[in-house]
């Protein structure tokens, strides 16, 4: 059974950074494409970054280019999400999501699989 579980959000200022953590268990993480997603209150859950299987390909929001960061660790089944420069704009949960290697439509949410249980991150102006 495929479990994500979030971790990292919490509380900062606005300019502040905080690095989230989604550790994966699955037994093929390697074929897994990974996704960040976030959802604030009264609206849809949007695309934030997604990485493919390798880490070779990353893919952002236009709202986050330039300071979000995702990246992978294979061998320790996690993706992470650096976050800086953080605005009271992306105060949101923020959610994990995986699905089998696809090669595209990387910010679509129905593409993904499995999703974790979300963390809250709140950026104080």
């Known amino acids: 059974q495929v479990q994500l579980v979030e971790s990292g959000g919490g509380l900062v200022q606005a300019g502040g950074s905080l690095r989230l953590s989604c550790a994966a268990s699955?037994?093929?993480?390697?074929?897994?494409?990974m996704g960040w997603f976030r959802q604030a209150p009264g609206k849809e859950r949007e695309f934030v970054a997604a990485?493919?299987?390798?880490?070779?390909?990353?893919y952002y929001a236009d709202s986050v280019k330039g300071r979000f960061t995702i990246s992978r660790d294979n061998g320790k089944k996690t993706v992470y999400l650096q976050m800086n420069s953080l605005k009271p704009e992306d105060t949101a949960i923020y959610y994990c999501?995986?699905?089998?290697?696809?090669?595209?439509?990387?910010?679509?949410?129905?593409?993904?699989?499995?999703w974790g249980q979300g963390t809250q991150v709140t950026v104080s102006s």
């Open positions: 999501a995986a699905r089998m290697y696809l090669g595209r439509w990387y910010e679509q949410r129905d593409r993904y699989d499995y």
């Open positions: 699955i037994p093929t993480f390697r074929s897994y494409d």
């Open positions: 990485i493919s299987w390798s880490g070779g390909n990353t």
